[in-house]
C-alpha cells in the first residue's frame, strides 16, 4: 500500500479545512500555539516512514505521555498498579473530580488527570529520579536524546493547575496517595511538558505496535501480553469522554493530548501521529480525528 500518498490525500482534503474548535486557554503557553498547524508522521512496521506538513515541530504532549509514564510504573509496581487505579472508561471529563468520592479515591483509568496522578505517585515511589528516568526511557524508546521537557510550558501549567492540586490532594485525604503533593505536581507537570514531534512520537508508539519491542534492535521494552493490555486501554479511555466516538471513526487504540496531538497504533502494522491544535469540547484535536478517520477509510483497514 502507497501510504505517502493516502497520506497526500489526507492533506489535500483537510489542509484548508477550517473544522473550528479552540486551544486550551486554561494553559496560557498552548494557547499561544498557531492555530493553522497540521503534520502527519506514519512508521511502518518495516521502518518505512511517511509524513506531511508540520511533522518535525515539536508540540507539548501532555496527556500522550500518560501512557509512557503507565509503562514505567506497570515495569516497576507490576500488577500492583491495578490495585490503586481501575481500567474502566470515565464517562466524565479528563480533569472531574465527581466520581472520585463515589469510588473511595480510586480513579476510573490511568489516562485521566486523577489516574494519571497516582501513576505519577507510583513513579516517585519506585523511582530514584523520575524526571530524569522518565527522560531516559523516552530517549532509549525513541534512539534520539534531544528530547526534553520544556520548561515554559511547566511553568504554566504549574501556574495554573488548580485543578489537579485538588485531585491529588482529594485522593491523599482518601487514602491513595502516598507522596508529597507537591513532588507529585512537579513531576506530573514536567511529564505533561514534554516536548515532541509527530516523528518522534510515532517513532516512541512503535513500541506499543511491535508487541512491547524497539523496532530496530528488536529489545523487549515490556512483554507482548503488557503491550497488549496498554493497547486495549488505549482503545477503551484514550480519548477522555470521547473513547467511544474515536473506535466508531477511526477504529485505532490511541491516546490525545490537549497540545493538539493524537497517536494511535495497528498492532503490527504501523503507529502514526497527527498534530493539529483546535480542539473539540472533549479536549481532542478536531482536525487530527477526522485525519486519522481519514486514514483508516482509505486504508479500508483497523482493528475491527
Known amino acids: 500500500m502507497d501510504y505517502q500518498a493516502i497520506l497526500n ?4 482534503q483537510l489542509k484548508e479545512v477550517d473544522f473550528g474548535g479552540s486551544v486550551p486557554d486554561y494553559i496560557p503557553e498552548l494557547a499561544a500555539v498557531p492555530k493553522d498547524k497540521f503534520g502527519m508522521h506514519l512508521f511502518w512496521i518495516t521502518g518505512d516512514h511517511y509524513a506531511f506538513g508540520d511533522t518535525e515541530e515539536l508540540f507539548s504532549v501532555q496527556s500522550i505521555s500518560k501512557v509512557f509514564t503507565l509503562t514505567l510504573a506497570k515495569m516497576y509496581a507490576k ?32 489516562f485521566i488527570n486523577s489516574g494519571a496522578l497516582v501513576i505519577a505517585d507510583i513513579l516517585l515511589t519506585h523511582l530514584d529520579d523520575p524526571k530524569t528516568e522518565l527522560l531516559d526511557f523516552v530517549h532509549h524508546i525513541t534512539g534520539d536524546r534531544t528530547i526534553a521537557y520544556d520548561e515554559n510550558v511547566y511553568e504554566s501549567e504549574h501556574q495554573n493547575g488548580y485543578r489537579n492540586y485538588a485531585l491529588v490532594n482529594y485522593m491523599k485525604a482518601l487514602g491513595n496517595i502516598r507522596n508529597d503533593v507537591e513532588d507529585i505536581l512537579d513531576f506530573y507537570f514536567h511529564q505533561c511538558s514534554l516536548a515532541m514531534s509527530c516523528r518522534q512520537l510515532a517513532k516512541a508508539f512503535m513500541v506499543y505496535a511491535n508487541k512491547g519491542r524497539i523496532l530496530e534492535t528488536n529489545e523487549d521494552i515490556i512483554a507482548g501480553k503488557e503491550a497488549k493490555r496498554i493497547d486495549a486501554i488505549m482503545q477503551t479511555c484514550g480519548f477522555y469522554d470521547e473513547a467511544g466516538e ?10 490525545s493530548g490537549v497540545g493538539g496531538g493524537i497517536v494511535a497504533v495497528h498492532p503490527g502494522e504501523y503507529s502514526v501521529a497527527v498534530w493539529s ?4 469540547k472533549k479536549g481532542n484535536s478536531k482536525k487530527g480525528m477526522r485525519a486519522l478517520e481519514e486514514l483508516t477509510e482509505l486504508t479500508g483497514s483497523s482493528i475491527f
Open 277 to 280: 491544535p483546535l480542539l473539540n
Open 79 to 110: 500488577e500492583n498498579v491495578w490495585k490503586r487505579v481501575n481500567v474502566e472508561p470515565s464517562g466524565n471529563p479528563f480533569n472531574s473530580l465527581t466520581e472520585l468520592e463515589r469510588e473511595d479515591g480510586i480513579p476510573r483509568n490511568p
Open 9 to 12: 490525500v489526507i492533506e489535500t
Open 246 to 255: 474515536f473506535t466508531y471513526r477511526v477504529g485505532l487504540p490511541g491516546k
